[in-house]
DNA sequence: CGAGTTCGAATCTCGCCGCCCCGACCACTA
DNA sequence: TAGTGGTCGGGGCGGCGAGATTCGAACTCG
């Protein structure tokens, strides 16, 4: 399947080692106190904080939070089915729709079984 | 092997053709008014209408209810991101997916329902 | 130094996703 | 055919999720 973190059209994380709010902001399109807000949704995404509280995003912080954007602004999930997808492994519900029929038509079957016992 | 979060809890559905809201509402733990919502805001969610509007849901309206209810409740989707996961390409892969298997199991059954017959 | 950036906290907004109530209508049972 | 309980649609209400705005102060960097 298609890797659902793809997000179209951002620019390219240039080669440095941190970035400041307003850089991760402009590269990953969302503003700076949706970042802060996320930060506190979302315990997995912690930037480094230096003198005066400041943050300095790393490359795998701006990931995080491109998949994060993804999931909210382009897939519809709420905050909560995002953090829950984020952390556990997303197989599970994929699998949720194909199992209810199955496991629906294994009901009636077994209906059918204990019918034929007789 | 039952499968977390799922609707694994939900009653298996009897052997009937029709479904009041009031059973559907049991079958799938979601109250009337709210399937009467969803009706709104999933267009292919639309149960039969009799004699005074009544609805009557059948046996793919109530699995369908059930994967919207699993979207929703369990998965963390939103009304907008659900709907689009129901007539994505996502939804179709699985939906002929599950489609094949049951297909299958059909096929073998009337195999088996021929043997019977003698 | 000084312009611009970032800080946290508080407050405000807005729409999604229902909830509740209503009087009228309908189905089933006796 | 009357009673009883489920269902109808519509209108109004509202919690709360997800940001948006605002603030003065602290910080950074040229």
Redesign the interface.
């Given at each position: 399947?298609l890797d659902p973190g793809n997000n179209a059209e951002l620019p390219a994380i240039p080669a440095k080692r941190y970035f400041t709010i307003g850089e991760v902001s402009e590269l990953c399109a969302v503003k700076p106190h949706v970042l802060r807000y996320w930060e506190q949704e979302f315990p997995a995404l912690s930037p480094v904080k230096r003198r005066g509280n400041r943050r300095y995003y790393q490359r795998h912080d701006v990931l995080m939070i491109r998949q994060i954007r993804s999931l909210l602004y382009e897939?519809?999930?709420?905050i909560?089915?995002?953090?829950?997808?984020l952390d556990g492994p997303q197989a599970?519900?994929?699998?949720?729709?194909?199992?209810?029929?199955?496991?629906?038509?294994r009901?009636?079957?077994e209906?059918v079984l204990s019918i034929l016992r007789h």
């Open positions: 399947m897939q519809g999930f709420t909560t089915g995002a953090r829950a997808r599970k519900a994929e699998a949720s729709m194909s199992h209810q029929i199955v496991h629906q038509v009901v009636e079957l209906e």
